[in-house]
């Protein structure tokens, strides 16, 4: 699978905050972002259906300390 990489623009108080929350659960801010995504993804499919491709979300990501 190819990692592509992605740039985003963040306020800085929001960029702390999300620093503080993956701290908190064991990540880093990069690896809490892409869990955050793949709760969004798997959220949007549960209520419109599957996003048909060979897409792998459980790869790449630290699980939670919790």
């Not at 709760?39 to 949007?44: L, S």
């Amino acid at each position: 699978m190819a990692i592509k990489s992605v740039s985003i623009r963040i306020e800085e108080e929001m960029l702390k905050k999300i620093g503080y929350i993956a701290d908190y659960e064991g990540r880093s801010v990069n690896s809490h972002i892409l869990v955050l995504i793949r709760e969004n993804i798997r959220n949007f499919e549960t209520e419109n259906g599957k996003i048909e491709g060979n897409i792998k979300p459980e790869v790449n990501v630290k699980l939670s300390r919790k």
